[in-house]
């Protein structure tokens, strides 16, 4: 210890330092001694690699009942603090054990997502340097990084340079913008209406609900057999639409539907609101980085054409909750829906070349999302997301080639962008689609409850459907074949 240190840390040897740490308050108001908030953050980081360490052995799932978690938590707040160790474990046990491990290896259900070691420590870098990223002045260096990373994405997805945009909590978050900027690129018309398939993701019709089109002016349009929209379809409910007065202003289309992956037909969607000057959004939130491959890229062709793109970091780029983005081909459009002046922020002005980042998006103060983005890419390098990503997609085309090749599986949609939807079917014997139906959900629930893979089902043309979903970078084949082998044989005992 340094002259410096010992005058800091004065007032506390450090045999009582470490024991108070264990047996009591450590805490001079809000704030601690620098060797506390060591010790504790050592105590943070060791909880957290061992977790990491040990995440494969357990199951991808865990919670409670309510009743049970309620009486362990709720009681009034503490007038006096309590040994933070104390604490510490207590938030592990009962806080953040009972979740489901999106990071699992075997976690399939929803959308996975398993966080890089440097975005964890990017966000808790962040939160430490306490970066309002709102605006130049109150945060230059997370603004030009946040530029960096927007332009790092607006490449992968062949958008202009006069592309720009906001990171964001999420899908939905950029969905909300995305329509908010549409509407006022319309005019703001009174019968507004917006476009979008029965496969669209719910966060689509929330922000088409939070602007302010009502539920009659909302289309959500049945996908044809393949499950994505069908142009001449759109076609004609725009055209109704616009005989009967009302105003189209979006066009939502899916690159990677939530449920099978799904790629709308995007060129020739694109080709439709072009000729008809609407909006187009494109939700990539799920499949929007595939674009760093190259089937990927080629899935996700004619993306490039929308007037905007919502996609999240925290899904299949590998960042920790929350990491969104909204892109928008003119980044002006985005600027004309979000920058208002007020007087108590006249200071942030620093004119066009310092942009402010919440005058593109609704929140003022905004965490830096930037970092935890740049530091994993600069950590791990480009070409271990792009392998990363290349494996879901190959892992879920080897499971889909597997329930092809099962006697008791069946494929119900092409693989799509690491997503797999199939279903038992032992053929013969079992019944229709009711029976098929029961014998799936059956198969789930063993699923769940029995088995370290968590998985998850949605409806496909109502049929009841399994769903695996294999974005996480630890996920092995084995991980996926030991799961799907699992299927097999609960399905063969049901019989
Ligand atoms: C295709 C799609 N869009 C939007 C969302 C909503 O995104 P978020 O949960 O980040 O708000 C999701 C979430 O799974 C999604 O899969």
Known sequence: MDAEDGARDAPYDRERRAA??????????LRMPPDVMRELATHVTEILVERSASLRDGRAWDGEFKQDLRERLLEPPPETGRPPREVIDRAVRDVLSPIMRHDHPRAFGFVPSEPTWPGVLADFLATGFNVNAATWLSASGPSQLEAVVIDWFRRWLGYPETAGGALTSGGSAAALDALVAAREAAGHPARATVYMSDQSHSAQIRAARIIGIRPDHLRLLPAGADFRLDPAVLAGAVEADRAAGRIPIAVCANAGSTSTGAVDPLPAVADYCTAHGIWLHVDAAYGGFAAITEPGARRLRGIERADSIGLDPHKWFFQPYEAGCLLVKDVRTLERAFAIHHDVLQDSVWGANHPNQADRDLQLSRRDRALKIWMSVQICGLAAFRAAVAKGIELAERAGQYV???????????????????????GEGVGGERALHQLNRKVLARVFWEERAFMSSTLLHRRFALRMCVINHSTSWDDVRETLETIEGFGREAL
């Open 20 to 29: 108070t740490v264990r047996s009591g308050p450590m805490t001079h108001g």
């Open 404 to 426: 092809v090749d099962s006697p008791v599986m069946e494929l119900m949609t092409p693989v799509s962008l690491g997503i797999v939807c199939f279903r038992v079917n032992p």
